[in-house]
Protein backbone atom coordinates (compact mmCIF):
# COMPACT_ATOMS: atom_id res chain seq x y z
CA UNK A 1 0.00 0.00 0.00
CA UNK A 2 1.35 3.27 -0.80
CA UNK A 3 0.83 6.72 0.85
CA UNK A 4 0.13 8.13 -2.40
CA UNK A 5 -3.37 7.29 -2.14
CA UNK A 6 -3.73 9.78 0.89
CA UNK A 7 -1.56 12.78 -0.67
CA UNK A 8 -3.90 12.81 -3.04
CA UNK A 9 -1.41 15.21 -5.11
CA UNK A 10 -4.02 14.97 -8.15
CA UNK A 11 -7.01 17.18 -6.61
CA UNK A 12 -4.44 20.58 -7.45
CA UNK A 13 -5.11 19.06 -11.36
CA UNK A 14 -8.80 20.27 -11.69
CA UNK A 15 -7.18 24.04 -11.36
CA UNK A 16 -4.49 23.19 -13.68
CA UNK A 17 -1.48 23.18 -10.90
CA UNK A 18 0.29 20.17 -9.80
CA UNK A 19 0.73 21.33 -6.16
CA UNK A 20 -0.01 24.22 -4.12
CA UNK A 21 2.08 27.12 -4.94
CA UNK A 22 1.90 29.12 -1.68
CA UNK A 23 2.93 26.07 0.55
CA UNK A 24 6.62 27.98 1.05
CA UNK A 25 6.74 31.24 2.67
CA UNK A 26 9.96 31.76 3.24
CA UNK A 27 13.01 32.30 1.05
CA UNK A 28 15.40 29.36 3.45
CA UNK A 29 12.53 27.25 2.24
CA UNK A 30 12.79 28.10 -1.47
CA UNK A 31 15.70 26.74 -4.25
CA UNK A 32 17.56 29.99 -5.84
CA UNK A 33 16.09 29.19 -9.20
CA UNK A 34 12.42 29.14 -7.48
CA UNK A 35 13.23 32.94 -5.78
CA UNK A 36 14.67 34.41 -8.82
CA UNK A 37 11.78 33.26 -10.86
CA UNK A 38 9.01 34.32 -8.62
CA UNK A 39 10.92 37.84 -7.76
CA UNK A 40 8.20 40.76 -8.57
CA UNK A 41 10.53 44.40 -8.27
CA UNK A 42 9.08 47.10 -6.63
CA UNK A 43 10.35 50.48 -6.14
CA UNK A 44 12.77 49.59 -3.33
CA UNK A 45 14.88 47.30 -5.84
CA UNK A 46 15.31 50.16 -8.05
CA UNK A 47 17.57 50.99 -5.39
CA UNK A 48 18.90 48.06 -4.72
CA UNK A 49 20.00 48.06 -9.03
CA UNK A 50 21.43 51.34 -9.07
CA UNK A 51 23.53 50.63 -6.32
CA UNK A 52 24.93 47.24 -7.33
CA UNK A 53 25.82 49.07 -10.99
CA UNK A 54 28.09 51.29 -8.83
CA UNK A 55 30.09 48.47 -6.89
CA UNK A 56 30.22 46.39 -10.46
CA UNK A 57 31.73 49.52 -12.26
CA UNK A 58 34.34 49.52 -9.55
CA UNK A 59 33.08 52.23 -6.73
CA UNK A 60 31.44 50.91 -3.24
CA UNK A 61 28.31 50.70 -1.75
CA UNK A 62 26.69 49.82 2.16
CA UNK A 63 23.04 48.97 2.06
CA UNK A 64 20.74 48.21 4.40
CA UNK A 65 17.49 46.68 3.89
CA UNK A 66 15.08 47.21 6.62
CA UNK A 67 11.59 45.67 6.73
CA UNK A 68 8.88 43.76 8.87
CA UNK A 69 9.05 39.73 9.02
CA UNK A 70 8.07 38.54 5.72
CA UNK A 71 8.57 41.64 3.52
CA UNK A 72 10.99 40.26 1.20
CA UNK A 73 14.65 40.83 2.68
CA UNK A 74 15.95 37.17 2.37
CA UNK A 75 14.56 37.00 -1.07
CA UNK A 76 16.22 40.54 -2.34
CA UNK A 77 19.30 38.73 -0.49
CA UNK A 78 19.15 35.85 -2.88
CA UNK A 79 18.69 38.04 -6.09
CA UNK A 80 21.60 40.48 -5.48
CA UNK A 81 24.10 37.33 -4.18
CA UNK A 82 22.80 35.88 -8.18
CA UNK A 83 23.72 39.61 -9.58
CA UNK A 84 26.97 39.64 -7.87
CA UNK A 85 28.06 35.92 -9.66
CA UNK A 86 26.86 36.70 -13.04
CA UNK A 87 29.75 39.42 -13.07
CA UNK A 88 32.25 37.31 -11.36
CA UNK A 89 31.86 38.49 -7.25
CA UNK A 90 32.83 36.60 -4.89
CA UNK A 91 29.37 36.88 -2.27
CA UNK A 92 30.19 35.92 1.58
CA UNK A 93 26.72 35.38 3.54
CA UNK A 94 26.59 35.82 7.29
CA UNK A 95 23.21 34.31 9.29
CA UNK A 96 23.24 36.15 12.25
CA UNK A 97 23.28 33.76 15.08
CA UNK A 98 21.48 34.91 18.66
CA UNK A 99 23.83 35.13 21.79
CA UNK A 100 26.46 37.21 22.77
CA UNK A 101 28.78 39.61 20.48
CA UNK A 102 31.81 36.70 20.63
CA UNK A 103 29.54 34.54 18.86
CA UNK A 104 28.45 37.12 15.91
CA UNK A 105 32.10 37.70 15.48
CA UNK A 106 32.93 34.59 15.02
CA UNK A 107 30.04 33.91 12.45
CA UNK A 108 31.28 36.75 10.38
CA UNK A 109 34.47 35.56 10.19
CA UNK A 110 33.32 31.69 9.44
CA UNK A 111 31.35 33.72 6.84
CA UNK A 112 33.99 35.06 5.17
CA UNK A 113 37.32 33.42 6.16
CA UNK A 114 37.37 30.27 4.17
CA UNK A 115 35.59 31.39 1.33
CA UNK A 116 38.44 34.42 0.81
CA UNK A 117 41.48 31.56 1.51
CA UNK A 118 40.03 29.08 -1.80
CA UNK A 119 40.98 32.60 -4.25
CA UNK A 120 43.75 33.11 -5.54
CA UNK A 121 45.73 35.21 -3.32
CA UNK A 122 49.87 36.19 -2.34
CA UNK A 123 51.11 33.95 0.25
CA UNK A 124 51.43 36.97 2.56
CA UNK A 125 47.62 38.18 2.29
CA UNK A 126 46.85 34.32 2.56
CA UNK A 127 49.15 34.22 5.90
CA UNK A 128 47.11 36.97 6.70
CA UNK A 129 43.88 36.20 6.38
CA UNK A 130 44.47 32.73 7.49
CA UNK A 131 45.50 33.30 11.09
CA UNK A 132 42.89 36.47 11.42
CA UNK A 133 40.65 33.41 10.86
CA UNK A 134 42.46 30.95 13.44
CA UNK A 135 41.52 33.84 16.18
CA UNK A 136 38.04 34.48 15.84
CA UNK A 137 37.34 30.64 15.06
CA UNK A 138 38.40 29.98 18.78
CA UNK A 139 37.26 33.13 20.29
CA UNK A 140 33.98 31.64 21.47
CA UNK A 141 35.32 28.04 22.72
CA UNK A 142 38.98 29.66 24.50
CA UNK A 143 36.75 32.06 26.26
CA UNK A 144 38.80 34.88 25.16
CA UNK A 145 37.62 38.79 25.82
CA UNK A 146 36.11 40.20 22.72
CA UNK A 147 37.97 43.31 21.37
CA UNK A 148 34.71 44.81 19.12
CA UNK A 149 37.07 47.73 17.87
CA UNK A 150 39.94 45.19 16.45
CA UNK A 151 37.32 42.60 14.95
CA UNK A 152 35.33 45.07 13.16
CA UNK A 153 38.58 46.40 11.93
CA UNK A 154 40.29 42.91 11.00
CA UNK A 155 36.84 42.26 9.23
CA UNK A 156 37.33 44.82 6.88
CA UNK A 157 40.97 44.26 6.40
CA UNK A 158 40.04 40.88 4.83
CA UNK A 159 37.53 43.06 2.25
CA UNK A 160 40.57 45.56 1.46
CA UNK A 161 42.64 42.95 0.84
CA UNK A 162 40.24 41.09 -1.79
CA UNK A 163 39.52 43.94 -3.25
CA UNK A 164 43.35 45.18 -3.77
CA UNK A 165 43.55 42.01 -5.67
CA UNK A 166 40.79 43.29 -7.96
CA UNK A 167 38.38 41.00 -6.49
CA UNK A 168 34.12 42.32 -6.35
CA UNK A 169 33.07 41.43 -3.58
CA UNK A 170 29.33 40.96 -1.56
CA UNK A 171 28.82 40.79 2.17
CA UNK A 172 25.31 40.04 3.09
CA UNK A 173 24.49 39.76 6.86
CA UNK A 174 21.12 38.50 7.03
CA UNK A 175 18.75 38.24 9.93
CA UNK A 176 20.58 41.37 11.82
CA UNK A 177 17.84 41.46 14.16
CA UNK A 178 19.11 38.53 16.32
CA UNK A 179 21.35 40.82 17.93
CA UNK A 180 18.94 42.51 19.94
CA UNK A 181 16.81 39.08 20.98
CA UNK A 182 18.95 37.37 23.70
CA UNK A 183 22.11 39.38 24.99
CA UNK A 184 21.89 41.97 27.61
CA UNK A 185 22.42 46.07 26.19
CA UNK A 186 26.43 45.68 27.36
CA UNK A 187 26.65 42.97 24.96
CA UNK A 188 24.69 43.95 22.17
CA UNK A 189 26.29 47.46 22.50
CA UNK A 190 29.47 45.57 21.79
CA UNK A 191 28.21 43.80 18.46
CA UNK A 192 26.66 46.92 17.36
CA UNK A 193 30.12 48.77 17.79
CA UNK A 194 32.07 45.84 15.63
CA UNK A 195 28.95 46.28 12.88
CA UNK A 196 30.08 50.29 13.14
CA UNK A 197 33.76 49.47 13.59
CA UNK A 198 33.58 47.56 10.25
CA UNK A 199 31.08 49.93 8.27
CA UNK A 200 32.77 52.79 8.17
CA UNK A 201 36.19 50.75 7.38
CA UNK A 202 34.31 49.61 4.22
CA UNK A 203 32.84 52.67 4.16
CA UNK A 204 34.14 53.81 -0.15
CA UNK A 205 36.03 51.02 -0.36
CA UNK A 206 36.19 49.95 -4.28
CA UNK A 207 34.35 46.74 -5.75
CA UNK A 208 32.45 46.16 -2.37
CA UNK A 209 28.77 46.33 -1.07
CA UNK A 210 27.98 45.24 2.38
CA UNK A 211 23.98 44.46 2.41
CA UNK A 212 22.43 44.33 6.29
CA UNK A 213 19.10 42.46 6.61
CA UNK A 214 17.41 43.96 9.52
CA UNK A 215 13.68 44.30 11.20
CA UNK A 216 12.95 47.69 11.54
CA UNK A 217 13.12 47.88 15.11
CA UNK A 218 16.55 46.84 15.19
CA UNK A 219 17.74 48.99 12.55
CA UNK A 220 16.85 51.95 14.98
CA UNK A 221 18.37 50.62 18.14
CA UNK A 222 21.68 50.36 16.04
CA UNK A 223 20.77 53.96 14.74
CA UNK A 224 20.22 55.37 18.18
CA UNK A 225 23.19 53.97 19.51
CA UNK A 226 25.20 55.30 16.28
CA UNK A 227 23.36 57.73 14.67
CA UNK A 228 25.91 59.96 12.96
CA UNK A 229 27.99 57.36 11.61
CA UNK A 230 25.28 55.01 10.81
CA UNK A 231 23.11 57.29 8.51
CA UNK A 232 26.35 58.89 6.74
CA UNK A 233 27.61 55.82 5.34
CA UNK A 234 24.18 53.27 4.75
CA UNK A 235 22.09 53.68 1.95
CA UNK A 236 18.77 52.76 3.26
CA UNK A 237 15.86 50.60 2.20
CA UNK A 238 12.73 50.43 3.50
CA UNK A 239 10.21 47.73 2.30
CA UNK A 240 7.00 49.61 1.51
CA UNK A 241 3.61 47.57 1.68
CA UNK A 242 3.31 45.22 -1.31
CA UNK A 243 0.68 47.10 -3.75
CA UNK A 244 -1.83 45.66 -5.14
CA UNK A 245 -0.11 45.43 -8.90
CA UNK A 246 2.51 43.97 -7.46
CA UNK A 247 0.61 40.95 -5.55
CA UNK A 248 -1.18 40.12 -8.40
CA UNK A 249 2.24 39.30 -10.28
CA UNK A 250 3.49 37.54 -7.38
CA UNK A 251 0.55 35.33 -7.32
CA UNK A 252 0.56 34.75 -10.63
CA UNK A 253 4.30 34.10 -11.15
CA UNK A 254 3.96 31.44 -8.20
CA UNK A 255 1.31 29.97 -10.40
CA UNK A 256 2.94 29.43 -13.70
CA UNK A 257 5.72 27.90 -11.52
CA UNK A 258 2.75 25.16 -10.60
CA UNK A 259 1.01 25.26 -13.59
CA UNK A 260 -0.07 22.17 -15.64
CA UNK A 261 -1.70 22.29 -18.69
CA UNK A 262 -3.84 25.13 -20.38
CA UNK A 263 -5.62 27.36 -17.71
CA UNK A 264 -7.97 29.74 -19.03
CA UNK A 265 -6.08 32.56 -17.43
CA UNK A 266 -3.16 33.33 -15.68
CA UNK A 267 -4.54 34.21 -12.71
CA UNK A 268 -6.88 30.77 -12.90
CA UNK A 269 -8.70 29.59 -10.18
CA UNK A 270 -8.28 33.12 -8.66
CA UNK A 271 -9.11 36.02 -9.86
CA UNK A 272 -7.40 40.09 -9.28
CA UNK A 273 -10.47 41.16 -6.62
CA UNK A 274 -9.94 38.18 -4.61
CA UNK A 275 -5.96 38.92 -4.45
CA UNK A 276 -6.78 41.97 -3.96
CA UNK A 277 -9.15 41.56 -0.94
CA UNK A 278 -6.29 38.96 0.17
CA UNK A 279 -3.86 41.75 0.00
CA UNK A 280 -6.03 43.92 2.13
CA UNK A 281 -6.37 41.05 4.84
CA UNK A 282 -2.96 40.38 4.49
CA UNK A 283 -1.90 44.49 5.25
CA UNK A 284 -0.07 43.91 2.33
CA UNK A 285 2.96 41.94 4.05
CA UNK A 286 4.22 39.15 1.31
CA UNK A 287 3.92 36.35 3.90
CA UNK A 288 0.90 36.53 5.10
CA UNK A 289 -0.49 36.79 1.45
CA UNK A 290 0.88 33.79 1.12
CA UNK A 291 0.21 31.66 4.10
CA UNK A 292 -3.45 33.04 3.52
CA UNK A 293 -3.66 31.72 -0.13
CA UNK A 294 -2.47 28.53 0.92
CA UNK A 295 -5.58 28.10 2.96
CA UNK A 296 -7.78 29.62 0.62
CA UNK A 297 -7.04 27.03 -2.39
CA UNK A 298 -7.47 24.75 0.34
CA UNK A 299 -10.68 25.32 1.05
CA UNK A 300 -11.97 25.94 -2.76
CA UNK A 301 -10.37 22.59 -3.46
CA UNK A 302 -12.43 20.68 -0.59
CA UNK A 303 -15.76 22.99 -1.69
CA UNK A 304 -17.60 20.61 -3.68
CA UNK A 305 -18.22 21.73 -7.35
CA UNK A 306 -16.23 24.83 -7.01
CA UNK A 307 -14.97 26.02 -10.20
CA UNK A 308 -12.77 28.82 -8.75
CA UNK A 309 -11.80 30.46 -5.41
CA UNK A 310 -14.46 32.68 -3.95
CA UNK A 311 -14.67 35.12 -1.03
CA UNK A 312 -16.21 32.44 1.06
CA UNK A 313 -13.03 30.18 0.20
CA UNK A 314 -10.89 33.31 1.37
CA UNK A 315 -12.65 33.67 4.63
CA UNK A 316 -12.50 29.76 5.68
CA UNK A 317 -8.63 30.09 4.25
CA UNK A 318 -8.16 32.70 6.63
CA UNK A 319 -9.94 30.81 9.33
CA UNK A 320 -7.42 27.46 8.46
CA UNK A 321 -4.60 29.69 8.74
CA UNK A 322 -5.48 31.12 12.04
CA UNK A 323 -2.74 29.32 13.76
CA UNK A 324 0.04 29.65 12.03
CA UNK A 325 -0.92 33.68 11.59
CA UNK A 326 -1.63 34.29 15.45
CA UNK A 327 2.12 32.58 15.90
CA UNK A 328 3.65 35.44 13.95
CA UNK A 329 1.83 38.25 14.53
CA UNK A 330 1.44 38.16 18.32
CA UNK A 331 5.32 37.64 18.06
CA UNK A 332 5.58 40.94 15.95
CA UNK A 333 3.45 42.70 18.14
CA UNK A 334 5.13 42.00 21.39
CA UNK A 335 7.93 43.50 19.87
CA UNK A 336 6.17 46.62 19.22
CA UNK A 337 3.69 46.96 21.88
CA UNK A 338 4.02 47.03 25.89
CA UNK A 339 2.42 44.64 27.91
CA UNK A 340 -1.09 47.01 28.81
CA UNK A 341 -1.32 47.78 25.10
CA UNK A 342 -0.65 44.16 24.03
CA UNK A 343 -3.57 43.61 27.06
CA UNK A 344 -5.87 46.10 26.11
CA UNK A 345 -5.84 45.13 22.32
CA UNK A 346 -6.28 40.91 22.90
CA UNK A 347 -8.84 41.92 25.48
CA UNK A 348 -11.06 44.16 22.41
CA UNK A 349 -10.46 40.81 20.34
CA UNK A 350 -11.31 38.06 22.98
CA UNK A 351 -14.00 39.95 25.54
CA UNK A 352 -15.16 42.48 22.91
CA UNK A 353 -15.28 39.78 19.77
CA UNK A 354 -12.73 42.68 18.23
CA UNK A 355 -15.49 45.45 18.61
CA UNK A 356 -16.96 48.09 18.25
CA UNK A 357 -16.07 49.37 21.48
CA UNK A 358 -16.27 52.50 23.29
CA UNK A 359 -13.50 53.45 25.49
CA UNK A 360 -15.73 54.04 28.68
CA UNK A 361 -16.87 50.06 27.75
CA UNK A 362 -12.92 49.29 28.14
CA UNK A 363 -12.40 50.97 31.23
CA UNK A 364 -15.38 49.49 32.79
CA UNK A 365 -13.96 46.04 31.81
CA UNK A 366 -10.32 46.53 32.41
CA UNK A 367 -10.46 48.62 36.36
CA UNK A 368 -8.35 51.34 34.00
CA UNK A 369 -8.64 54.85 34.57
CA UNK A 370 -10.78 55.86 31.36
CA UNK A 371 -8.42 58.54 30.06
CA UNK A 372 -5.92 56.28 30.11
CA UNK A 373 -7.76 53.70 28.16
CA UNK A 374 -8.20 56.31 25.60
CA UNK A 375 -4.72 57.35 25.14
CA UNK A 376 -3.93 53.58 24.76
CA UNK A 377 -6.70 53.31 22.18
CA UNK A 378 -5.73 55.99 20.16
CA UNK A 379 -1.77 54.93 19.71
CA UNK A 380 -3.08 51.63 18.67
CA UNK A 381 -5.31 53.57 16.24
CA UNK A 382 -2.06 55.53 15.15
CA UNK A 383 -0.03 52.51 15.08
CA UNK A 384 -2.89 50.27 12.48
CA UNK A 385 -4.15 47.81 14.61
CA UNK A 386 -7.74 49.53 15.32
CA UNK A 387 -9.81 51.25 13.27
CA UNK A 388 -11.59 54.14 14.47
CA UNK A 389 -15.03 55.06 13.75
CA UNK A 390 -17.55 57.90 15.32
CA UNK A 391 -21.44 57.68 16.61
CA UNK A 392 -22.45 60.90 17.13
CA UNK A 393 -20.00 62.34 19.54
CA UNK A 394 -18.32 59.22 20.82
CA UNK A 395 -15.61 57.14 19.03
CA UNK A 396 -15.50 53.90 18.59
CA UNK A 397 -12.53 51.09 17.89
CA UNK A 398 -12.74 47.64 16.11
CA UNK A 399 -9.83 45.68 15.67
CA UNK A 400 -8.42 45.59 11.99
CA UNK A 401 -9.88 42.73 9.79
CA UNK A 402 -6.88 40.03 10.18
CA UNK A 403 -6.81 40.61 14.07
CA UNK A 404 -10.97 39.62 14.08
CA UNK A 405 -10.27 36.61 12.49
CA UNK A 406 -7.44 35.36 14.37
CA UNK A 407 -8.13 36.99 17.87
CA UNK A 408 -11.53 37.22 17.63
CA UNK A 409 -12.37 34.09 16.05
CA UNK A 410 -15.48 36.17 13.97
CA UNK A 411 -16.11 36.31 10.47
CA UNK A 412 -14.57 39.46 8.66
CA UNK A 413 -14.67 38.76 5.37
CA UNK A 414 -18.21 40.05 3.94
CA UNK A 415 -19.40 38.29 0.38
CA UNK A 416 -20.93 40.92 -2.03
CA UNK A 417 -24.16 40.47 -1.19
CA UNK A 418 -23.89 40.62 2.39
CA UNK A 419 -21.99 44.37 1.61
CA UNK A 420 -24.92 45.18 -0.27
CA UNK A 421 -27.56 43.96 1.70
CA UNK A 422 -25.99 46.43 4.51
CA UNK A 423 -25.91 49.36 2.22
N1 LIG B 1 8.92 41.12 -3.93
C1 LIG B 1 8.61 39.82 -3.80
N2 LIG B 1 8.41 39.06 -4.88
C2 LIG B 1 8.09 37.75 -4.77
N3 LIG B 1 7.97 37.09 -3.61
C3 LIG B 1 8.15 37.81 -2.50
C4 LIG B 1 8.47 39.18 -2.51
N4 LIG B 1 8.61 39.62 -1.26
C5 LIG B 1 8.38 38.56 -0.48
N5 LIG B 1 8.10 37.47 -1.21
C6 LIG B 1 7.80 36.11 -0.71
O1 LIG B 1 7.45 36.23 0.66
C7 LIG B 1 8.12 35.25 1.45
C8 LIG B 1 8.91 35.95 2.55
O2 LIG B 1 10.07 36.53 2.00
P1 LIG B 1 11.47 36.52 2.77
O3 LIG B 1 11.73 35.21 3.39
O4 LIG B 1 12.48 37.08 1.84
O5 LIG B 1 11.12 37.61 3.90
P2 LIG B 1 12.07 38.26 5.01
O6 LIG B 1 11.82 39.71 4.98
O7 LIG B 1 13.47 37.80 4.81
O8 LIG B 1 11.43 37.61 6.32
P3 LIG B 1 12.10 37.36 7.77
O9 LIG B 1 11.83 38.61 8.52
O10 LIG B 1 11.31 36.21 8.33
O11 LIG B 1 13.53 37.03 7.57
C9 LIG B 1 8.98 34.42 0.52
O12 LIG B 1 8.38 33.19 0.28
C10 LIG B 1 9.05 35.24 -0.76
O13 LIG B 1 9.04 34.40 -1.87
MG1 LIG C 1 14.69 36.63 6.00
Known sequence: MSYDILIKKDKYKQFNLRGNPFVKTSAEAMTEEEI??????????????????????????????????????????????????????????????????????????????????????????????????????????????????????????????????????????????????????????????LTREYLSRVH??????????????????????????????????????????????LVSKRLKLYREGDAPDPLFPFTREIIERANEVSFHNPRYLLVILRSTLEAALKREGSQKVDLNDLDTGIRLARGKLSTSILKRMKEELTSRELEIFLKICEKFNGGPVFASQLAESLDIDQGNVSRYLNKLAKMGYLKQTRDGQKVLFEAKELYIVVFAKRKAIKSETQEKNED
Not at 59 to 67: E, F, P, W
Open 36 to 193: LKTLVFTAEDESIATNIDIVLSGGGATLSLVGDYGTGKSVRAIAISDTFKRHNGVVFFCKVPSGDPARYAKALFEAVCPEALSLELPPEDKDFIFETYEYYKNLVMKNFELDSHKAGKDLANIFSVLSKNNYITCFIIDEFEELASGGNEKEIREAFT
Open 204 to 249: GLNKHMTVICSSPKSWHMVKEVHPAVISRIMGEIEFEELDNDAAVE
